[in-house]
């Protein structure tokens, strides 16, 4: 297993999804230029899902292609749906992500289906993504704990990601979507789903909501993943909070920060606007 660890940068879409006011697509922009200035090489920086839902990532067409001059960046959007892919297609998309929940609690919350018919979903648009050369990564969500549902087997998540495998997602990510997570319960997770899928092909994206975040990722490294999902500043986190939580211990938020949220915005900014050597 190689040392060298990859870093896919969600802070433009999972983070400011989140935000109360929507930023603007030149504000989007800048932030991605800044983060790719930065050393940062794989962003995800919008998602064609829709504007009722999540208005904040109105505008991702536009930022896409703000963006598609940058050399040497790989650009990541959201898509749901066909609708939401032949978007994306229009706006000059190469690498798309789909998504799906490892628990039926938050899959219905969130998008109001079940596990299997959200694969259903988007079967179609992973079989056009591949008929048009387009990549396509897989997210599973709540692979250490759901809201509603409490516990989540670990079955549950090989069962999605074995999914996501075989459709042809060449990565998988799992998000510890309400961070409650332990390094002992991330080794067993990723030990779990690597029978199904290579650990080179998972990747760590882990919320902070309890300050366990860098651990599980330091666990997640010595069981060998080297793919993490991070989001500058702190951003992001579930957009989808309970009615009645069910996990046993409180929640300290419904906003779920990522691994790096240990840094405060101050930070972040003047460590991306420092002088490249």
């Avoid at 697509?25 to 800044?34: L, S």
């Avoid at 994306?88 to 190469?94: D, E, N, T, V």
């Avoid at 991330?186 to 030990?191: C, I, K, N, S, Y």
Wanted: charged content about 20%.
């Amino acid at each position: 297993m190689s040392d060298a660890v990859r870093i896919v940068e969600v802070g433009p879409r999972d983070g400011l999804q989140n935000e109360k006011t929507p930023i603007s697509v030149p504000d989007r922009i800048v932030f991605i230029e800044a983060l790719i200035a930065a050393g940062l090489h794989t962003v995800e920086v919008g998602a064609f899902v829709s504007p009722k839902a999540i208005p904040q990532m109105v505008g991702s067409d536009q930022v896409l292609r703000g963006v598609s001059h940058i050399a040497g960046a790989e650009f990541h959007v959201l898509v749901p749906n066909e609708k939401g892919y032949e978007a994306s297609q229009a706006a000059g998309a190469k690498v798309i992500a789909v998504f799906a929940s490892a628990s039926e609690g938050f899959s219905r919350a969130n998008i109001n289906c079940s596990v299997a018919e959200s694969i259903e979903r988007f079967k179609p648009v992973v079989a056009r993504a591949h008929a048009d050369g387009i990549k396509v990564r897989g997210y599973i969500s709540c692979v250490l704990g759901c809201p509603f549902d409490g516990e989540v087997r670990p079955q549950a998540v090989v069962n999605v990601a074995r999914t996501l495998w075989d459709l042809g997602c060449y990565e998988v990510s799992l998000g510890d979507t309400i961070g409650v997570g332990t390094p002992m319960k991330a080794r067993q997770l990723l030990r779990a789903v690597a029978g199904s899928v290579p650990m080179a092909q998972l990747a760590m994206h882990f919320h902070d909501t309890y300050g366990q975040a860098l651990a599980n990722l330091y666990a997640g490294m010595e069981e060998g993943a080297r793919v993490i999902d991070s989001a500058a500043g702190g951003l992001g986190g579930c957009p989808t909070p309970p009615v009645r939580p069910a996990m046993s211990r409180p929640r300290t938020s419904s906003t779920c920060s990522k691994a790096w949220a240990s840094k405060p915005v101050s930070t972040w900014q003047n460590w991306l606007q420092r002088p490249m050597s």
